[in-house]
C-alpha cells in the first residue's frame, strides 16, 4: 500500500507549498483508492505541512513549486516528491496510480502532459 499526500488549493494542486492550507491524504492499494481524506491546516506553513508528510507516513508528495530547502528535507525522509504539479485532484491521483505522475506534469485539458492523453511529459 502507498499513501500519497496532495497539496490542495480548491480541487487543484496548490501553486505554492508554503501556502498551501489543505492537503488530501490518499492510500492507494492495487490501484484503488482505500482511504482518502483531506487536512486542512490550522495556517499556510511549510513546516506544517513536512510535520503532516512525515507523521502520515507518506510515500510520496505532490505540490506545485516548493523551496529547495523544504524539497531537500522531504527527500531525506525518503519521501518521493513531484514538485511543479499542474492540475486537478482527480487527474493526479490517477496519474499516480498509473505510475505516469511526474515532477512538472501539467495534468489539465489541452495541457502537454494531460491524463488520456500524453501524460509524463514534463511543461
Not at 503532516?52 to 531525506?76: K, N, P, R, S
Not at 505516469?100 to 511543461?123: D, Y
Request: charged residues 20%; hydrophobic residues 40%; contains cysteine.
Amino acid at each position: 500500500m502507498k499513501k500519497i499526500l496532495i497539496a490542495l488549493h480548491g480541487d487543484e494542486v496548490s501553486p505554492r507549498f508554503d501556502l498551501t492550507r489543505e492537503a488530501w491524504i490518499g492510500s492507494i492499494h492495487d490501484g484503488e483508492i482505500v482511504r482518502r481524506r483531506n487536512v486542512v491546516l490550522p495556517q499556510a506553513s511549510s513546516e506544517g505541512l513536512c510535520h503532516l508528510a512525515v507523521t502520515e507516513d507518506v510515500d510520496a508528495l505532490v505540490c506545485g513549486g516548493i523551496e529547495d530547502e523544504f524539497y531537500q528535507y522531504l527527500h531525506w525522509k525518503r519521501i518521493t516528491v513531484y514538485d511543479n504539479v499542474i492540475g486537478p485532484l482527480e487527474h493526479v491521483v490517477q496519474a499516480y496510480i498509473d505510475g505516469t505522475l511526474k515532477a512538472g506534469a501539467v495534468l489539465i485539458e489541452g495541457g502537454p502532459s494531460c491524463h488520456g492523453g500524453n501524460t509524463g511529459v514534463n511543461a
